[in-house]
Every structure is written in C-alpha cells, then in structure tokens.
C-alpha cells in the first residue's frame, strides 16, 4: 500500500498538472479571442474604406459631367457623396479597436474627415469653378478642395496602416490583412490635387447640357463623336483594336488620335483621353487627356497626347483610347477602344 505521503504527493502532482492545463487553456482563449478582436476590427475597416473608395469612383463620374449638369445639379450630386462619407466616418467612431489600435482608429477617423471635408469644399466651389472664365483662377480652385482628399490619403497610409501593421507585429498576429491600397485618389488621380492636374476636368464640368456651348438646346437631330484613327508617332504606326503592334521605342513617342463628328451639330468641349499601361501592372497606368474646342459636325481633328514615362521594354501593354462623350450623345459603341502594343528597341 501506498504510503500517506505518496498519495499526497501524487495529488500535489495531479493538481500542479491540472493547474498548468487551465493556465494553458485560458492562455489560449485569450489568444483566440486577441486574434479574433484584431481580425474582426480589421474587417470592419476593409468595409468602410472600401466603400469610401466606391464614393471616390461616384465622384470621379460626377466630375466628367458626362450628361453636361449644370452647376446645381453638379452640387446637389456632390453633397449628396459628401453625405454618405459623414456617414462612413460615423461608422468608423462607432468602432471598438483593439488597445493598441486606439490610436490608429483616431487617425481613420480623421482621414474619413478630411474627405468629407474635400467633397464639402468641392460642392460649395462648383458654381465658382463652372461659371468662371478664368482657367488659372477655376483650377487653383478646384485643386484646393482635392487637396484635402490627397491629405486623407497621407494620414491613412502614414499614421493607420503603418502603425496598425507596427501593432499587429508586436503582438504577434498573423494572417490579419491591413487594407492599405484603399485611396481617394489613387493613382493617376492624385494629379488632381495640382492646378495643372484639375485644370484637365474644367472643360467637362463647363459643359451645360448644350452642343454649342450658347446656353441654348438643340433638338431635332443626332449628337455622335468617335475614334477615326489612333497612330503612334513619330513613325505613324497606325494601331488596329484588338491587334498587337509593335512600337520603336523612341523619347519622341506620342499619340496621335483623329476623332470624328459623325453626329448633326457642332460640339465643343470634346476630350480625348488615352491611359497606358503594362498587362502585368495595370494599377501603374499612365493617363493623359486633350480636349478639342469644337468640332463641325462631319469634321475630323486630330490631337496628340504624350506617349507613356518610362515604359517597361518588350512587355505586352495596353492603350486604351477614349473620346469622352457629349451631352444628348447616346451610340457610344465607338467612342472607346483598346490597342494592345509593345515598345521594343
């Protein structure tokens, strides 16, 4: 038989084994639910910058003014976007972060802020920007209020996604994504928080609704611009829609775009965009944009755009070409298209 004292040892044993069980098992659920707190705070963000992006892309619409708006409408279509970014930065208040993302949190907030901030400046400037005649003045003005959207992009890369990311690695935790693509102007876009960059989207919000740009409608018959022809100069390499070319790499590189107005009035205002870019990074697309004053109705004007910036030689890319349609025009079938290139030495 066992003696008292090796039973009591055994217990002491069992309950030290026991004890070191509930230790390993409560650590454990901590742990779960650490990880958990992080992964369901991060999901939450995705959701509300992702759909902060989706109200960039309205605005974007908003400002090619494709129907030719008129300066309220262009405000009422602005405030309304700025209404729903009020909304996501009380999403954003309403969270509950981890302790070590607190900090972070405020800064989300404030740079939700600023963009409601940049949408509330944009719509009150509107009117000013439509209605002046002077460019300088209309693109300076317009540039000041994308400012604040370029700024929200600043504090969210600089002071949410870098220190969350900092937090998530002190603490260990894996498999947690921090969105940091999500911008109000990203890419190309960002250009549009410069005078120069804004001036490019004065003519599409000085349309109104009109073909000769007089105030007055015109009725009674067809409104239709569109691609004629796309060459790559300086060798006027003629481009084919869905035929790979292959383009002499040259510091000279432009394209050439020949628009058409098949339609029965005179337009003005007529822009001409091509965006560039490699197949294997499309997010690096590199757009330009020329506009035409007016055009006679069954006239051909030819405008060139610089070609790309440092292009990655003998991959496969894309130009895609569009002639930004006119108010009251509705065949737009001919108005975009895409020309798959290579630049080779």
């Known amino acids: 038989m066992q003696s008292t004292g090796a039973r009591i040892a055994l217990a002491v044993g069992a309950a030290i084994v026991l004890i070191v069980v509930l230790v390993l098992v409560v650590r454990g659920c901590q742990r779960s639910q650490l990880e958990g707190s992080y992964s369901s705070y991060m999901g939450d963000v995705t959701t509300i910058v992702t759909a902060s992006g989706k109200e960039s892309d309205a605005l974007q619409e908003v400002l090619q003014n494709k129907n030719g708006a008129k300066a309220p409408e262009l405000q009422v279509q602005v ?78 890369q ?29 890419g190309v876009r960002a250009d549009q928080a410069s005078p120069t960059g804004a001036g490019q989207l004065i003519p599409a919000l000085q349309r109104t609704g009109t073909a000769d740009g007089t105030g007055t409608s015109t009725t009674g018959g067809l409104h239709g611009t569109g691609i004629a022809s796309v060459q790559a100069l300086p060798e006027g390499v003629e481009l084919q829609a869905g035929t ?86 509705e065949k737009t079938d001919n108005n975009r298209a895409e020309y798959p290139v290579k630049i080779v030495f």
């Open 158 to 186: 600089d002071s949410f996604v870098g220190p969350s990311k900092r937090a998530l690695a002190d603490a260990d935790i894996t498999g947690v994504q921090v969105p940091d693509r999500q911008f109000f102007l990203s």
């Open 244 to 329: 790979s070319t292959e383009i002499q790499a040259s510091d000279k590189l432009e394209w050439q775009v020949t628009v058409e107005n098949a339609g029965d009035f005179a337009e003005s205002n007529v822009i001409v965009r091509a965006t560039f870019a490699s197949d294997a990074s499309p997010k690096d697309a590199q757009t330009v944009e020329k506009e035409i004053t007016s055009i006679q109705s069954g006239e051909q004007q030819s405008v060139t755009l610089p070609g790309p910036k440092s292009p990655t030689f003998g991959e496969a890319s894309t130009l895609k070409v569009e002639v930004v349609p006119v108010p009251g025009e």
């Open 79 to 156: 405030r309304e976007i700025a209404n729903q970014a009020q909304g996501l930065v009380g999403q954003a208040e309403a969270l509950s972060p981890p302790d070590s993302l607190s900090a972070p949190n405020q800064s989300l907030i404030t740079a939700l802020q600023y963009r409601v901030t940049g949408l509330k400046a944009l719509a009150d400037a509107l009117p000013s920007v439509v209605e002046s005649q002077n460019r300088a003045y209309a693109s300076a003005t317009l540039a000041s209020a994308m400012q604040r959207f370029l700024a929200s992009d600043v504090i969210y």
